[in-house]
Each structure stands twice: as structure tokens, then as C-alpha cells.
């Protein structure tokens, strides 16, 4: 909404999106033993951040808009992280 | 002047106002369904750890093509759900209808896809507490898989399905001319929720099937 038309700019990110899933499709079939799912992971984290970034405006939105989405994200990897640390360190 | 204040609501002094405490609403409502779909996500984490091996050869029958279709079809309705809000902000009727239409359709055909899978889940006996079949070693792992497999895939469809729910209300009213460059609200919001299912799907589709997909 700041004057540019924006029709444009999200047909782009869409092909950014349509080739970051030809990437992990095609990453998966390369035999990189454990970093196989770091790989698959970065390229999601990367897709969501492009959605939320361009479709979901929050490269527009305010401080509080901000806060809030980047608190679900914390929040999850709060309970990722403390829960692995007691599954990864059992025996 | 005052058609716009008739959209306002009481509690609210401004338009704007009002919409960013809708937006916020949708913000602090899609945190908690990080958590919801975070716990499904955490136990799949848990268990991809310890149960490994067994999570690699129950992927195996998971359809690597139809789930990148389907990721695809997702992806395309994230684009034309925000070509819709940017149709409907700029009050042009005609084009925010078929963009919301489009996305139906899209989302329509994703659950479409999905039911095809899910008949081959059954029909393959696969599908844990109905009639469940495991070959191979690691049984009780495979069971765990699926059973993630159709929680995960189960509500994210669920969610799916009412955002379909949802854009069909607004596809409604959207055709009768009830948005504009000065209220446009209800479809940005929807549109929120709707790429938060996107990015749900963004997730589950490496997760469920491309486990070690090169053996």
C-alpha cells in the first residue's frame, strides 16, 4: 500500500516459493546424511518467512504485530529445545 | 463521512483502530495455533529421534508426487488469497471475488488430493486402529508414524476446511459489494489465517515425506 502495485511483487515471491519446493524435493534425493533434514528445515523456515514477510504484511505491519508472531515462533522453539534436551540426553 | 462511521464499532474511536485490534486478534490467535499444531510437532520430533529408522521406511509409502502437487496448489492459493486482500483494499469487486473463488477452488482440490491419499492409506491398511498391516520390521515405529501422520495432516485439513468455510461467507459478501478501500478487514484477516495453513503445509510436506527419500 505504498503506492507500488503489488500484484507484481507477489507473483515473484510465489516463483521464489515454487523454487524453494523444486530445491527441497530435489535436496532430498542427495544423501547428506544427518544434514538432510537441516536442509529440508532452513528451506521450510526460509518459504514461511517469505509468506510472512510479503503475503502475511508484516514487512509493513507495527512493533506489536511483529512481537506477537515472532512469540509463536520463541515459543515453539522453547518447547523444541527443552524438550530434546531431555530426550537427546536420556542413558 | 458518516458511511464510514457506520462501519466502525462502538468500542472503537477510528477505522484504523479497529483494524489493527482485528489484526492483532488474528496474530495472537495464530501464536496459539503454532502451539497447537507445536505439540503434534514436538511428539513427531520425539519420535523421528527414537524411532527413526522406522519413520524412513513407513515414509515410503507416502506418494512423493501428489504431496508436491499438492504443496504447489497450496502455495498458488497463498498467492491468490493475497491478490484477493489487495482486490478487495482497492474496493475493485469483480476481481476479489474471483481471486477468493480461485482460492477456494485451490484449497478445494488440495482436500481433493488428500482424500485420494487417504484411500490409498486405507485400502493399503495403513491407517492405525482400523486395520493395520505392517510387513516389515519395525511395525510398532511404522504405527507411530501414521498415527502423527494423520493427526498432522488430519487438522491441518480440518483447518483447511474452514478457511474454505470462511472465504465462501466472504466470496459471498464480497460479491455483493460489501468491501472497500475504506473497510477491507474481514478478508485481510482471513487472509492471515489462510497463509498460516500455508506455512503449516510448508512444514509437513518435508516432514512426512521426504524422509531419506535417496535409499
Given at each position: 500500500m505504498n503506492g507500488e502495485s503489488p500484484t507484481g511483487l507477489y507473483v515473484r515471491v510465489a516463483g521464489a516459493l515454487y523454487f524453494l519446493l523444486g530445491l527441497t524435493v530435489a535436496c532430498a534425493f542427495i544423501d547428506m546424511?544427518?544434514?538432510n533434514i537441516v536442509v529440508a528445515l532452513t528451506i521450510a523456515v526460509a518459504k514461511a518467512v517469505l509468506v510472512v514477510l510479503f503475503f502475511?504484511?508484516?514487512r509493513h505491519a507495527g512493533g506489536l504485530t511483529r512481537v506477537v508472531a515472532c512469540a509463536g515462533a520463541f515459543w515453539l522453539l522453547f518447547m523444541c529445545v527443552l524438550t530434546l534436551t531431555d530426550f537427546l540426553t536420556r542413558n | 463521512m458518516s458511511e464510514n462511521r457506520a462501519l466502525v464499532a462502538h468500542q472503537f474511536d477510528t477505522a484504523a483502530q479497529q483494524r489493527g485490534a482485528a489484526t492483532l486478534?488474528?496474530?495472537?490467535f495464530l501464536a496459539t495455533e503454532v502451539l497447537f499444531f507445536g505439540g503434534m510437532l514436538m511428539a513427531y520430533t520425539v519420535?523421528?529421534?527414537?524411532e527413526g529408522e522406522a519413520f524412513a521406511h513407513a515414509s515410503r509409502a507416502q506418494n512423493i508426487l501428489l504431496g508436491g502437487?499438492?504443496?504447489?496448489?497450496l502455495l498458488t492459493s497463498s498467492l491468490t488469497m493475497a491478490l484477493a486482500v489487495h482486490a478487495a483494499q482497492g474496493g475493485r469487486r469483480t476481481r476479489s471475488v474471483m481471486m477468493l473463488a480461485s482460492t477456494m477452488a485451490l484449497g478445494a482440490l488440495f482436500l481433493g488430493v488428500k482424500g485420494v491419499e487417504y484411500a490409498e492409506k486405507f485400502a493399503e491398511h495403513l491407517v492405525p486402529g482400523v486395520d493395520f498391516h505392517w510387513a516389515g520390521p519395525d511395525a510398532g515405529g511404522a504405527q507411530i508414524y501414521f498415527i502423527l501422520y494423520f493427526l498432522l495432516t488430519g487438522f491441518h485439513?480440518?483447518?483447511?476446511a474452514i478457511g474454505i468455510g470462511v472465504i465462501a461467507v466472504l466470496t459471498a459478501r464480497a460479491a455483493r459489494g460489501r468491501y472497500s478501500a475504506a473497510y477491507s478487514t474481514p478478508v485481510e484477516v482471513a487472509g492471515l489465517y489462510w497463509h498460516f495453513v500455508d506455512i503449516v503445509w510448508i512444514f509437513l510436506y518435508p516432514l512426512i515425506y521426504l524422509i531419506r527419500v535417496y535409499r
Open positions: 546424511g544427518p544434514f502475511m504484511h508484516v | 486478534g488474528m496474530w495472537i519420535y523421528r529421534v527414537t502437487i499438492n504443496t504447489a496448489v485439513a480440518l483447518h483447511l
